[in-house]
């Protein structure tokens, strides 16, 4: 994920939300820019790039929702064929 917002907010964003994943704070636009998600408030849209693993932007979706981002995501990746991440083995301890 990427944001304008500072460090500070994008972090205080991320405790709040229990974020799993990394937010790059985009201060000097630069990246939003480069992606084309600049608005003209200087604000990035809220544009979803599916990136494969040797940098080809495999989808573009300019029409994400943030009320069914994580849904629509797992949707779109299963729609590319993405593989998906063996799951941790959860360890129980046997208690007496």
Do not use: C
Not at 49 to 72: C, E, F, M
């Amino acid at each position: 994920m990427a944001s304008t917002d500072s460090v500070a907010d994008n972090t205080a964003f991320a405790k709040k939300n229990r974020a799993t994943f990394p937010i790059l704070s985009d201060i000097t636009r630069d990246v939003s820019r480069d992606y084309g998600v600049l608005s003209n408030s200087g604000l990035a849209r809220r544009w979803t790039y599916y990136i494969d693993k040797s940098g080809i932007i495999l989808r573009i979706d300019k029409a994400v929702s943030p009320r069914t981002a994580g849904a629509d995501l797992v949707n779109q990746l299963e729609a590319l064929n993405v593989a998906k991440r063996p799951q941790k083995k959860i360890h129980h301890r046997a208690t007496n």
